[in-house]
């Protein structure tokens, strides 16, 4: 705390403007809160101004206060004109500047509101007050939008006919006929477009003359009369509908079924557009007319339109007032939003606003009761419009926000509220306790002194958090689209929740329960950014999977659609929360209301193209909204961090955000991160990230496994080798017709890409951080893998662009580890085939697809670009991994020009790690691609365990090698060279022998021995060439494996398509020649690799680019000097 003993008369010159006091008139501040904290206290000094201490602080000074009472009481009496008058007012002026030094000494310093707030308490009777009052006035209005479910529902409908209307010629009809009964008689028979089975027609009829007579006979009889082959089909006019849910509806009303169904796509454009209206023209009038003016207004309009809605006997009417009432409604509540989370404390945010949407349950369980009650779209309205009419004169009760009073410089209604929060919460205030009004930099203020949302684009970083925010905005809304759409455009009755309407609403409603239980843990216990990453991947993942063909039984995509729905609707109220908290109090209702318009523009918009083209029930676009929610969670944590944060009022506030000042941060927990101690003690966060990148790399390489194993089903000309006792249904394998060579141009697509991009890719990880892009990488491709069976399904031209594609995320992963290939290779081969086996030839890439993203999650979650930037890493630790990286880390500053092509190029030992790769690759790929197809049809044997084997004992030697290499290299026994040619080529050379062995035997047991033990010297040669390239360029080491695996990727094209000519040509026997070829080209990579290799840093990488430049430049200066 600081005391200020300056004069009057200096503070006076000082920001008078910004001083709003609240018990004396005449004292005013000489800075402004955040960016003047001169005299605003840190957020750690106000930690320790509890409510008891500021009480005390009050005691002491009350007789200050009441000396400044009496003297104020004088001044009064006294002559104005009279010079003693002025004498006295400057003696007594000096006085109440001393009364004012004594009490900041009592901890009564001048704080903006936020920490006013603070003084009031937790959980105050003001803020319970506010949120009752805002539950009334909510309530009503909530319920408007949920009506909307109701006003558009159409029930079972079919052709009407006088005769058969049991209400009107009860008279004459001698038999009580059901609706089906009467729609066997009436309607003709058509195809349902989403499912294929033959249902009666509600839009046409037969064209009988007999109806009349038909009435009057019992149904078996009336069905023996008709003759449908002999009668006309007409369009019909007239519907009858089923009243067992709604009497009345908007589309029974005016009949807007079957050729009339345009009418409702118009109806709900213009609902769309006017809530599109409304949020724009509530952001705007809530910044510049005020919060509370804003809701009277458009609450007011809202609830006449709401009275004259039910009764609109036009349907261009009808239109009108539902524009301008979803106008105001929307308006209303963003609005109301905006004012209840501007008035409650930072630590009480989550349960109020729990709170509040527990407020939104009861208004959907309370229309859920009134909609049973009442029976009539018409009648809930009216009894709607009537508490929208008492919730405006409850609103009369709650204040304006305080915020946006001290921010257009109202600063006594702002007073007069903080006065009156202050008494209902039985709380005093300190004595000469300042409100302060931020200070807003001259940049961000308009023409009329004040900020606007256009002026935000004056900062980079605050329009690069606004396109975040909206992009994610637009998101959520395509991700509720398509639950929605999904739930709605269901194959089978069974996957929805329920086929009755009020039972279908209740389930939705006990659904947000659970929505709101989980928005309350998420918003209390973790992080904003990391909650909003885990339910975009949730959400994202669960659309994608529920759209996907084939994928689970009706039970379990209805488990997954809930899920996604609780996740969607737990993630659309905490953007709204964040970006409450992220913008600035001058334009928060703009933010909002251009967030939801950009989202409701988008729905909106989506919605008529699908409506319009027929596309009701394909789920393409649902696959796709779900893999771009994917995409869009890894954006999430370029939004900084507002847990915690008080609310930003000016644009400078928001600025500060960036910053990691104790007085921001003081609040914010470390959940993002795992902690230092766990249930085993300290452990090292290295592993953390060890472990997750060997499971990336487990899922990556797993991923190349599923198309070996999936091909065995997919085509014809492949024989069933899944065929088990179990399992003898061999027709079921065949689903599409393809030749050899298309199921070779389909394998060898993934490398195409893979061999474009990994040399680029190696030039990209030697100037950036490659953890972020180890992460998209894998997400990229597991969402990728998602796709193939849709691809398949609609040609092959699509699986061979997404094989290519796959094959560009790939490239980004090889230059970061290794050891987790193999592991994914020997889960990969097994899985897929059990899965292929037991499942369906689509699960493994769904599985492998699901696994990726869910580990995307996680490394999201747990890892960091830059090991400084770690905020439970310990100072040895971090010390030790910078370090490391140093030594090898390629300079940041390089340039392509600066690297040393030529010198690269024209190395001996380069050339031996590129041929050493290439032929390597040849091994590995014809195995990965083809193990499972030589066992079963050279050997015979299933692969559901087998095929695992080798991968399996290689994954574990690999790890020995490494060891025993770097023992060997660090106890001098042989130096680098000979260690890693000596691994490389025994390793390789044994391999290939033991495949010739392999080859040229007829014994399972033998075949399969000589394999796996072949596999064995093929993880014990990892530790020569597979790490060379660190040897002799460290600085450079990402460029050469980049090239190195460009060149490997094209083993990975020739592979499958040399594999599947030799075996077309010669049978069984052609795999013979596949594995002799693989072994003599094996063989020819040893003999090169053991005369050319080095282990020695090369002379061209151990000069730096500065180094090389400087040495150029004074060979050129001695040369000019020279005569």
Same mark, same amino acid.
């Given at each position: 705390?600081?005391?200020?003993?300056?004069?009057?008369?200096?503070?006076?010159?000082?920001?008078?403007?910004?001083?709003?006091?609240?018990?004396?008139?005449?004292?005013?501040?000489?800075?402004?809160?955040?960016?003047h904290?001169?005299?605003?206290?840190?957020?750690?000094?106000?930690?320790?101004?509890?409510?008891?201490?500021?009480?005390?602080?009050?005691d002491?000074?009350?007789?200050?206060?009441?000396?400044? +009472?009496?003297?104020? &009481?004088?001044?009064?009496? !006294? @002559?104005?004109?009279?010079?003693?008058?002025?004498?006295?007012?400057?003696?007594?002026?000096n =006085?109440?500047?001393?009364?004012?030094?004594?009490?900041?000494?009592?901890?009564?310093?001048?704080?903006?509101?936020?920490?006013? !707030?603070?003084?009031?308490?937790?959980?105050?009777?003001?803020?319970?007050?506010?949120?009752?009052?805002?539950?009334?006035?909510?309530?009503?209005?909530?319920?408007?939008?949920?009506?909307?479910?109701?006003?558009?529902y159409?029930?079972?409908?079919?052709?009407?006919?006088?005769d058969?209307?049991?209400?009107?010629?009860?008279?004459?009809?001698?038999?009580?006929?059901?609706?089906?009964?009467?729609?066997?008689?009436?309607?003709?028979?058509?195809?349902?477009?989403?499912?294929?089975?033959? *249902?009666?027609?509600?839009?046409?009829?037969?064209?009988?003359?007999?109806?009349?007579?038909? +009435?009057?006979?019992?149904?078996?009889?009336?069905?023996?009369?008709?003759?449908?082959?002999?009668?006309?089909? =007409?369009?019909?006019?007239?519907?009858?509908? @089923?009243?067992?849910?709604?009497r009345?509806?908007?589309?029974?009303?005016?009949?807007?079924?079957?050729?009339?169904?345009?009418?409702?796509?118009?109806?709900?454009?213009?609902?769309?557009?006017?809530?599109?209206?409304?949020?724009?023209?509530?952001g705007?009038?809530?910044?510049?007319?005020?919060?509370?003016?804003?809701?009277?207004?458009?609450?007011?309009?809202?609830?006449?339109?709401?009275?004259i809605?039910?009764?609109?006997s @036009?349907?261009?009417?009808?239109?009108?007032?539902?524009?301008?009432?979803?106008?105001?409604?929307?308006?209303?509540?963003?609005?109301?939003? /905006?004012?209840?989370?501007?008035?409650? /404390?930072?630590?009480?945010?989550?349960?109020?606003?729990?709170?509040?949407?527990?407020?939104v349950?009861?208004?959907?369980?309370?229309?859920?009761?009134?909609?049973?009650?009442?029976?009539?779209?018409?009648?809930?309205?009216?009894?709607?419009?009537?508490f929208?009419?008492?919730?405006?004169?409850?609103?009369l009760?709650a204040?304006?926000?305080?915020?946006?009073?001290?921010?257009?410089?109202?600063?006594?209604?702002?007073?007069?509220?903080v006065?009156?929060?202050f008494?209902?919460?039985?709380? &005093?205030?300190?004595?000469?306790?300042?409100?302060?009004?931020?200070?807003?930099?001259?940049?961000?203020?308009?023409?009329?002194?004040?900020?606007?949302?256009?002026?935000?684009?004056?900062?980079?970083?605050?329009?690069?958090?606004? !396109?975040?925010i909206?992009?994610l905005?637009?998101?959520?809304?395509?991700?509720?689209?398509?639950?929605?759409?999904q739930?709605?455009?269901?194959?089978?009755?069974?996957?929805r929740?329920?086929?009755?309407?009020?039972?279908h609403a209740?389930?939705?409603?006990?659904i947000?329960?659970?929505?709101?239980?989980?928005?309350?843990?998420?918003? %209390?216990?973790?992080?904003?950014?990391?909650?909003?990453?885990?339910?975009?991947?949730?959400?994202?993942?669960?659309?994608?999977?529920?759209a996907?063909?084939?994928t689970? +039984?009706?039970?379990?995509?209805?488990?997954?659609?809930?899920i996604?729905?609780?996740?969607?609707?737990?993630?659309?109220?905490?953007?709204?929360l964040?970006?409450?908290?992220?913008?600035? &109090?001058?334009?928060?209702?703009?933010?909002?209301?251009?967030?939801?318009?950009?989202?409701?523009?988008?729905?909106?918009?989506?919605?008529?193209?699908?409506?319009s083209?027929?596309?009701?029930?394909?789920? #393409?676009?649902?696959?796709?909204?779900?893999?771009?929610?994917?995409?869009?969670?890894?954006?999430?944590?370029?939004?900084?961090?507002?847990?915690?944060?008080?609310?930003?009022?000016?644009?400078?506030?928001?600025?500060?955000?960036?910053?990691n000042?104790?007085?921001?941060?003081?609040?914010?927990?470390?959940s993002?991160?795992i902690e230092?101690?766990?249930?085993?003690?300290?452990?090292?966060?290295?592993?953390?990230?060890?472990?997750?990148?060997? #499971?990336?790399?487990?899922?990556? $390489?797993?991923?190349?496994?599923?198309?070996?194993?999936?091909?065995?089903?997919?085509?014809?000309?492949?024989?069933?080798?899944?065929?088990?006792?179990?399992?003898?249904?061999?027709?079921?394998? /065949?689903?599409?017709?393809?030749?050899?060579?298309?199921?070779?141009?389909?394998?060898s697509?993934?490398?195409?890409?893979?061999?474009?991009?990994?040399?680029?890719?190696g030039?990209?990880?030697?100037?950036?951080?490659p953890?972020?892009m180890?992460?998209?990488?894998?997400?990229?491709?597991?969402?990728?893998?998602?796709?193939?069976?849709?691809?398949?399904?609609?040609g092959?031209?699509?699986?061979i662009?997404?094989?290519?594609?796959?094959?560009?995320?790939?490239?980004?992963?090889?230059?970061?580890?290794?050891?987790?290939?193999?592991?994914?290779?020997? =889960?990969?081969?097994?899985?897929?085939?059990l899965?292929?086996?037991?499942?369906?030839?689509?699960?493994?890439?769904?599985?492998?697809?699901?696994?990726?993203?869910?580990?995307?999650?996680?490394?999201?979650?747990?890892?960091?670009?830059?090991?400084?930037?770690?905020?439970?890493?310990?100072?040895?630790?971090?010390?030790?991994?910078?370090?490391?990286?140093n030594?090898?880390?390629?300079?940041?500053?390089?340039?392509?020009?600066?690297?040393?092509?030529?010198?690269?190029?024209?190395?001996?030992?380069?050339?031996?790690?590129?041929?050493?790769?290439?032929?390597?690759?040849?091994?590995?790929?014809?195995? *990965?691609?083809?193990?499972?197809?030589y066992?079963?049809?050279?050997?015979?044997?299933?692969?559901?365990?087998?095929?695992?084997?080798?991968?399996? #004992?290689?994954? *574990?030697?690999?790890?020995?090698?490494?060891?025993?290499?770097?023992?060997?290299?660090?106890?001098?026994?042989?130096?680098t060279?000979?260690?890693?040619?000596?691994?490389?080529c025994?390793?390789?050379?044994?391999?290939?022998?033991?495949?010739?062995?392999?080859?040229?035997?007829?014994?399972?047991?033998?075949?399969?021995t000589?394999? /796996?033990?072949?596999?064995? $010297?093929?993880?014990?040669?990892?530790?020569?060439?597979?790490?060379?390239?660190?040897?002799?360029?460290p600085?450079?080491?990402?460029?050469?494996?980049?090239?190195?695996?460009?060149?490997?990727?094209?083993?990975?094209?020739?592979?499958?398509?040399? &594999?599947?000519?030799?075996?077309?040509?010669?049978?069984?026997?052609?795999? %013979?020649l596949?594995?002799?070829?693989?072994? =003599?080209?094996?063989?020819?990579?040893?003999?090169?690799?053991?005369?050319?290799?080095?282990?020695?840093?090369?002379?061209?990488?151990?000069?730096?680019?500065?180094?090389?430049?400087?040495?150029?430049?004074?060979?050129k200066?001695?040369?000019?000097?020279?005569?």
């Amino acid at each position: 705390m600081q005391s200020d003993n300056k004069p009057l008369d200096n503070l006076e010159k000082a920001h008078s403007s910004h001083a709003l006091p609240l018990l004396q008139k005449e004292v005013v501040l000489e800075k402004s809160a955040q960016s003047h904290p001169v005299l605003l206290p840190s957020a750690a000094e106000h930690s320790d101004l509890k409510p008891n201490v500021m009480g005390q602080a009050v005691d002491n000074s009350k007789s200050i206060a009441e000396s400044s +009472s009496s003297i104020q &009481t004088e001044e009064a009496i !006294m @002559d104005e004109n009279t010079d003693e008058f002025h004498a006295v007012c400057n003696h007594r002026r000096n =006085i109440r500047a001393m009364h004012r030094s004594r009490a900041q000494n009592l901890c009564t310093t001048p704080v903006d509101y936020d920490h006013i !707030m603070k003084l009031m308490g937790s959980w105050n009777r003001w803020q319970i007050r506010l949120c009752i009052v805002f539950a009334f006035v909510l309530a009503p209005h909530i319920m408007n939008v949920f009506l909307n479910f109701y006003a558009m529902y159409l029930p079972k409908h079919w052709c009407y006919v006088k005769d058969f209307d049991s209400e009107k010629h009860k008279s004459i009809t001698d038999m009580e006929w059901n609706s089906w009964e009467i729609q066997d008689i009436v309607a003709p028979l058509e195809v349902a477009s989403d499912t294929g089975k033959s *249902i009666r027609s509600s839009c046409q009829m037969y064209n009988r003359a007999n109806y009349h007579h038909l +009435s009057h006979l019992p149904y078996e009889e009336a069905l023996e009369a008709i003759d449908n082959h002999n009668e006309s089909i =007409i369009s019909c006019n007239q519907w009858m509908y @089923d009243h067992s849910f709604l009497r009345d509806t908007v589309l029974t009303r005016w009949n807007i079924v079957c050729a009339n169904k345009a009418w409702a796509l118009l109806l709900y454009i213009g609902a769309s557009l006017g809530g599109l209206l409304g949020c724009a023209l509530g952001g705007v009038s809530g910044d510049r007319l005020g919060r509370r003016r804003t809701a009277l207004i458009f609450g007011c309009f809202g609830c006449v339109l709401s009275f004259i809605l039910p009764f609109s006997s @036009d349907f261009s009417c009808l239109m009108i007032v539902k524009f301008a009432s979803v106008m105001c409604n929307e308006a209303l509540l963003l609005v109301l939003y /905006v004012t209840f989370v501007e008035s409650v /404390v930072d630590m009480d945010r989550p349960l109020m606003l729990t709170l509040w949407q527990a407020v939104v349950v009861m208004c959907s369980l309370l229309l859920v009761l009134m909609a049973y009650v009442l029976n009539s779209w018409a009648n809930m309205q009216t009894l709607i419009a009537a508490f929208s009419g008492i919730s405006m004169i409850i609103l009369l009760l709650a204040p304006e926000s305080p915020r946006w009073l001290i921010i257009n410089s109202k600063h006594s209604e702002a007073e007069s509220i903080v006065r009156k929060a202050f008494h209902v919460s039985l709380k &005093t205030l300190p004595a000469d306790l300042e409100i302060v009004q931020h200070e807003e930099r001259p940049e961000f203020l308009g023409t009329m002194a004040r900020g606007n949302i256009m002026r935000l684009t004056k900062s980079v970083e605050m329009t690069k958090w606004l !396109m975040i925010i909206i992009t994610l905005w637009i998101m959520t809304a395509l991700q509720e689209f398509s639950f929605n759409k999904q739930l709605k455009h269901s194959d089978d009755s069974s996957a929805r929740l329920s086929s009755n309407l009020h039972e279908h609403a209740l389930i939705l409603t006990v659904i947000n329960v659970f929505a709101v239980v989980i928005f309350f843990s998420l918003t %209390k216990y973790f992080s904003r950014n990391n909650s909003l990453v885990f339910l975009f991947c949730m959400s994202g993942m669960t659309v994608a999977i529920c759209a996907l063909p084939k994928t689970t +039984s009706m039970r379990a995509e209805l488990v997954m659609l809930v899920i996604g729905y609780v996740s969607t609707s737990v993630s659309k109220w905490l953007l709204y929360l964040m970006t409450v908290e992220l913008f600035p &109090t001058v334009i928060r209702c703009s933010v909002i209301g251009l967030c939801t318009f950009c989202s409701s523009l988008c729905v909106t918009i989506i919605s008529v193209v699908i409506t319009s083209t027929g596309m009701e029930e394909n789920r #393409i676009p649902c696959i796709c909204f779900g893999l771009l929610a994917l995409v869009c969670s890894a954006m999430i944590n370029y939004i900084p961090m507002c847990k915690g944060r008080t609310l930003p009022d000016t644009f400078q506030d928001t600025l500060s955000m960036r910053s990691n000042s104790p007085d921001l941060n003081e609040w914010i927990p470390k959940s993002r991160f795992i902690e230092e101690k766990f249930c085993c003690g300290y452990y090292p966060k290295r592993w953390v990230l060890a472990v997750l990148c060997h #499971i990336g790399f487990a899922i990556a $390489f797993g991923i190349r496994c599923n198309f070996g194993a999936a091909k065995m089903r997919m085509f014809q000309h492949h024989e069933d080798v899944y065929v088990t006792k179990n399992h003898t249904n061999i027709n079921e394998s /065949v689903e599409f017709h393809g030749h050899g060579g298309l199921v070779a141009l389909v394998e060898s697509s993934f490398f195409y890409g893979a061999c474009i991009s990994y040399f680029p890719a190696g030039i990209i990880a030697a100037k950036f951080s490659p953890v972020r892009m180890f992460g998209f990488g894998v997400v990229t491709l597991s969402s990728l893998n998602l796709l193939l069976p849709v691809a398949f399904s609609n040609g092959f031209i699509f699986p061979i662009i997404i094989q290519f594609i796959q094959g560009l995320a790939q490239t980004k992963l090889a230059t970061t580890s290794i050891t987790g290939n193999y592991v994914g290779v020997f =889960i990969g081969m097994p899985l897929s085939a059990l899965l292929v086996s037991h499942v369906s030839w689509q699960s493994p890439f769904y599985t492998y697809g699901i696994a990726g993203i869910t580990w995307f999650i996680f490394w999201m979650l747990f890892t960091v670009s830059d090991p400084a930037d770690h905020p439970t890493l310990s100072d040895k630790e971090k010390q030790l991994i910078l370090n490391g990286k140093n030594e090898m880390r390629t300079p940041i500053a390089l340039k392509l020009s600066e690297i040393p092509w030529k010198s690269i190029f024209t190395s001996a030992p380069v050339w031996a790690i590129i041929i050493a790769t290439f032929t390597r690759c040849w091994m590995m790929f014809t195995l *990965i691609n083809d193990q499972l197809s030589y066992m079963t049809e050279a050997l015979g044997l299933s692969m559901d365990t087998a095929s695992a084997i080798p991968h399996g #004992i290689m994954s *574990i030697t690999v790890i020995f090698s490494g060891q025993l290499a770097d023992m060997l290299r660090n106890k001098n026994i042989f130096t680098t060279t000979t260690v890693r040619k000596l691994f490389h080529c025994s390793g390789f050379a044994f391999e290939a022998l033991f495949l010739i062995g392999c080859a040229y035997s007829t014994n399972v047991i033998a075949a399969v021995t000589l394999m /796996v033990i072949a596999r064995i $010297f093929s993880g014990l040669a990892v530790s020569g060439s597979n790490v060379n390239h660190l040897d002799i360029a460290p600085r450079y080491a990402s460029i050469l494996t980049g090239l190195g695996q460009a060149f490997g990727q094209i083993s990975g094209i020739l592979t499958p398509l040399l &594999t599947e000519y030799i075996v077309s040509i010669h049978e069984a026997k052609g795999w %013979k020649l596949v594995l002799l070829s693989a072994a =003599i080209i094996h063989l020819i990579g040893v003999f090169f690799f053991g005369i050319f290799a080095a282990g020695e840093v090369q002379p061209w990488a151990k000069k730096t680019p500065s180094t090389a430049k400087s040495a150029e430049d004074e060979s050129k200066q001695s040369a000019t000097e020279t005569p």
